[in-house]
């Protein structure tokens, strides 16, 4: 069975100071993970992926097997960060995601 | 391009009304999915589909029913709607044609049963 665990529901930080949602997973196989963003009054869509290695809007997140964990991480937040934010699990076959409970980001100015 | 489009976005039932969410993609993706977000439990799967004629459940699929008939719609019945599926569903597809593929997700449909 695969699981996605997101302990925090809500983050609240100041505009400017550094933030770090945190994901952890637990899955039998080679785990492919991603995070998922949901702005306001928009559909849910794709953060980054974790094979990519890549940074998007200044957020990165590094694969730890050994801890596995996917914590997303921007050094600066800004106030067009604030939104729900999900981590999620891909099985093997990539048929099915498995979600976090989601953390909603709020961004102070 | 208009990717995945549910219908309608909203709706209200009564206990016991049955009623189909709509799910359509025009990208010729093989798989596609029905989720229920409810707050604090994140997404959760109902059921999915991996080509036409082929369903499977997921993890809450009580009470729901799919079909896929083509590639491009999945709708999600209701069979005889009940309180605790009062939630917000969405729909989402994506292509098997390489791993770690992006999941692409309808608008929303926003179900109230009283």
């Known amino acids: 069975a695969q699981r996605v665990t997101q302990p925090e529901k809500l983050l609240s930080v100041f505009k400017g100071a550094p933030v770090e949602l945190k994901c952890n997973y637990s899955y039998s196989g080679s785990p492919e993970l991603f995070w998922y963003v949901q702005y306001s009054r928009q559909r849910l869509q794709l953060l980054l992926r974790h094979i990519s290695r890549e940074s998007i809007k200044g957020f990165t997140a590094d694969l730890n097997k050994g801890e596995t964990s996917f914590h997303l991480k921007k050094p600066f937040a800004q106030e067009e960060d604030s939104a729900m934010y999900y981590c999620?699990?891909?099985?093997?076959?990539?048929?099915?995601?498995?979600f976090g409970g989601g953390t909603r980001l709020m961004v102070k100015p | 391009n208009a990717g995945v489009t549910q219908t309608p976005k909203f709706q209200v039932l009564k206990t016991g009304q049955s009623m189909t969410l709509q799910c359509a993609q025009d990208m010729n993706h093989e798989y596609m999915s029905w989720y229920r977000q409810d707050p604090g439990m994140g997404l959760r799967l109902i059921h999915y589909?991996?080509?036409?004629?082929?369903?499977d459940q997921g993890e809450v699929p009580n009470g729901y029913n799919v079909s896929r008939s083509t590639t491009e719609d999945f709708p999600l019945r209701l069979l005889s709607a009940a309180p605790s599926q009062t939630s917000v569903y969405f729909c989402?597809?994506?292509?098997?044609?390489?791993?770690?593929?992006?999941?692409?997700f309808g608008q929303g449909t926003r179900l109230t049963v009283v």
């Open positions: 999620a699990l891909q099985n093997n076959a990539g048929n099915m995601l498995t």
């Open positions: 989402a597809s994506n292509t098997r044609k390489s791993a770690n593929t992006e999941a692409f």
């Open positions: 589909s991996v080509g036409a004629g082929i369903t």
